[in-house]
């Protein structure tokens, strides 16, 4: 089993930062991408970022420029950077990773999500 914490969220102005965190825990042999994904009020889950174990990193055309993803593999932890957040930011934010394992003789993937964490832009 593992488990996937977020913290960070919270309510900020707009134009203001926010850090969120997610740590990863449990029975971990490895990780290979962790990304961040939010679902706004009335909308569908989105990609936000990923960063794969190699250090290439992904992201959504909405906050390129904005926000920056980046992991601490000693700690099994993602980080998401966010800057000058707007509005349409506001959503709950979910972390997930990909956790390879071995079984009937091939290495397979399961994707673990955290609980969420609420981020709310307003002023």
């Known amino acids: 089993q593992v488990q996937l914490v977020e913290s960070g969220g919270g309510l900020v102005q707009p134009g203001g930062s926010l850090r969120l965190s997610c740590a990863a825990s449990?029975?971990?042999?490895?990780?290979?991408?962790m990304g961040w994904y939010r679902q706004g009020p009335g909308k569908e889950r989105e990609l936000v970022a990923t960063?794969?174990?190699?250090?290439?990193?992904n992201y959504a055309d909405s906050v390129k420029g904005r926000f920056t993803i980046s992991r601490d593999s000693t700690k099994n932890t993602v980080y998401l950077q966010m800057n000058s957040l707007k509005p349409e930011d506001t959503a709950v934010y979910y972390c997930?990773?990909?956790?390879?394992?071995?079984?009937?003789?091939?290495?397979?993937?399961?994707?673990?999500w955290g609980q969420g964490t609420q981020v709310t832009v307003s002023s």
């Open positions: 960063a794969t174990s190699g250090g290439s990193t």
């Open positions: 997930n990773a990909d956790l390879p394992y071995y079984s009937g003789g091939y290495w397979r993937t399961t994707t673990s």
């Open positions: 449990g029975s971990i042999l490895r990780i290979n991408t």
